[in-house]
């Protein structure tokens, strides 16, 4: 962990990462430690020294509130330059270790994992006869994960005396609000440190190893098939982070069940489920998870059913905000190539998310509803102008129902393919998996 070139590549990930421009209580940058007088070298000496001699504590993180849905605000903690390079370097120590025992059911903040990963193991345990789905989420996870359940999971992999009372010293760091007040951490782990979502899967862990032992309790497919027919149910987690979904194959009583049972699970590292994301509903019905509607219909054209997943209402509503926000009156005086250029760099990274789901639809009404849109915020900005000026000006020559200005053309959602997403199941490689050789 005080290792140089540990240290080294801790400093590119935070110096990287766009955060880096945002300083701690100390008030460092990372372009503020590279034109330092030590600059970066005099920096991670100091930290290696500090290290070495045991003397090194974490600063209390700046406390920041951001806006989210629906009114409430998430807290977010900003540890200093210093401490995140630490907590980078200590990641680079511990998430091998722990990566190789984690469950294949858990998919956020895990290197080669993505959201897409999730939705699609859950559409394949759907078309496997797991209808039933409970759905439900842990309520302010990073604010209670009790520290002594946490560390007593680090402690089963980790026995390094040095290590560890450094992951203890990060937790009971404290928080700085933005009165000026410092705030005790008894508890959790301060949402936007770099070690963060790792301690936060790590205590999560043990719900993914309840439903595994669930899972292994039937040694074979055919043990599992009895035990359905005998009234017995089968379970499949599937979780991102502090959002999980239990496949059910069984009733709906089963599902049912899940509320006490993963509520009880949860407590044991101090966590409790959010009631009013909490529920159980059928396949059919579908429900959203991770910005997508899941739900089964019978395939157009044709008697089959099928399980989907496409942009739920949420998703497209919050994005048309977004859109009707660039093209309102506060942007009036900006330059229409700087607002078409702000726009697709909205759209672009929405429908990156969403092209490898049933889509299209959802990208031709949002291409609609961005069309009316732009041309009304063109209209607005040229009043003494007729509207086939405006046509003439802004449509380029390629594509009728386009606009473009200073050679920038606005993004056409429409455009954007569908690719399916290829379900991978538990052939996802980590960094560290050992690649076969060509012979």
């Known amino acids: 962990m005080a290792d ?40 991670l000496s100091q930290i290696r020294e500090d290290l070495k001699a045991r003397t090194f504590t974490p ?19 900003i540890p200093t330059a210093r401490d995140r390079v630490v907590q980078a370097s200590l990641k680079l120590v511990l998430e091998p270790i722990f990566e190789t025992g984690f469950s294949s059911s858990s998919y956020g903040f895990r290197p080669g994992r993505r959201a897409q990963d999730a939705i699609e193991d859950i559409r394949h345990h759907a078309r496997a006869g797991y209808e039933w789905v409970f759905e439900t989420d842990i309520a302010n996870c990073f604010d209670e994960i009790s520290h002594t359940a946490l560390m007593g999971r680090v402690r089963r992999r980790i026995s390094d005396k040095r290590v560890l009372a450094l992951v203890k010293a990060f937790l009971h760091a404290g928080i700085l609000t933005g009165d000026g007040l410092l705030r005790d951490t008894p508890a959790g782990t301060p949402q936007g440190g770099i070690l963060s979502p790792l301690l936060a899967n790590i205590a999560l862990s043990v719900i993914d190893e309840h439903f595994d032992a669930k899972w292994n309790t039937h040694v074979s497919e055919y043990h599992r098939r009895r035990h359905r027919k005998r009234g017995g149910a089968t379970y499949r987690l599937v979780r991102y982070a502090d959002d999980l979904a239990v496949m059910v194959f069984g009733a709906r009583e089963h599902a049912e069940a899940l509320r006490v049972e ?38 157009w054209g044709a008697d089959r059913r099928r399980v989907y997943s496409y942009p739920s209402a949420k998703a497209a509503k919050a994005v048309r905000a977004k859109v009707k926000e660039m093209t309102g009156r506060q942007t009036m005086n900006m330059d229409p190539a700087v607002v078409f250029i702000r726009l697709g760099q909205i759209l672009r990274g929405w429908t990156n998310y969403y092209r490898h789901g049933a889509s299209k639809i959802a990208f031709s009404e949002l291409d609609h509803y961005l069309w009316h849109r732009v041309w009304k915020w063109l209209r607005r900005r040229h009043r003494r102008r007729h509207w086939r000026w405006i046509a003439r000006t802004y449509s380029p020559p390629h594509d009728r129902w386009g606009f473009t200005a200073e050679g920038v053309d606005l993004f056409r959602p429409a455009r954007v393919p569908i690719q399916r997403y290829r379900y991978r199941g538990n052939a996802i490689p980590t960094p560290w998996s050992t690649r076969p050789t060509n012979t």
């Open 262 to 299: 993963v509520a009880d699970v949860a407590a044991k590292v101090g966590l409790r489920l959010a009631q009013d994301k909490t529920r159980t509903v059928h396949i059919d019905d579908g429900f959203d998870f991770l910005g997508f509607r899941v739900q089964r219909h019978i395939q």
């Open 59 to 77: 600063l209390p993180v700046a406390e920041r509130l951001i806006p989210k849905a629906g009114g409430k605000l998430r807290r977010l903690g």
């Open 4 to 43: 140089p070139a540990f240290l080294l590549q801790a400093w590119r990930r935070v110096r990287d990462n766009a955060g880096s421009r945002t300083a701690g209580i100390d008030g460092w940058t990372g372009p503020g430690i590279e034109n330092s007088v030590g600059g970066v070298a005099g920096f």
